[in-house]
């Protein structure tokens, strides 16, 4: 996998809107979604940390786990990625 990616503008905490197809759940995952927040990047892609609500077997302060996106999915718009204010999170190529 090439790592010629230039870094995104996200912002460490900043709050994004994920698809549901994410999930294994799919649909049921994404009604107990809180909110998704950018936890840092990598050359080859996004850490993203998806907190939900607990559950009878899950305590809150671990109802949540971290999923990592390639560039390439977000760049193919594979998997579109959303800010809060509704603007995409769009990832530009270095062309060698």
């Not at 230039?6 to 912002?11: E, F, N, R």
């Not at 995952?29 to 080859?44: K, M, S, V």
């Not at 899950?58 to 998997?79: F, L, R, T």
């Amino acid at each position: 996998m090439s790592r010629c990616w230039y870094k995104s503008d996200l912002v460490i905490g900043e709050k994004l809107r994920v698809p549901s197809s994410l999930f294994v759940e799919g649909e049921k995952a994404a009604q107990r979604l809180r909110y998704a927040e950018y936890i840092g990047e990598t050359n080859t892609g996004m850490w993203i940390d998806c907190h939900f609500e607990p559950s009878l077997n899950v305590p809150e302060d671990k109802a949540h786990y971290k999923i990592m996106i390639n560039w390439a999915s977000i760049y193919c718009g594979h998997v579109n990625i959303y800010r809060e204010n509704g603007s995409a999170v769009r990832i530009n190529y270095v062309k060698r």
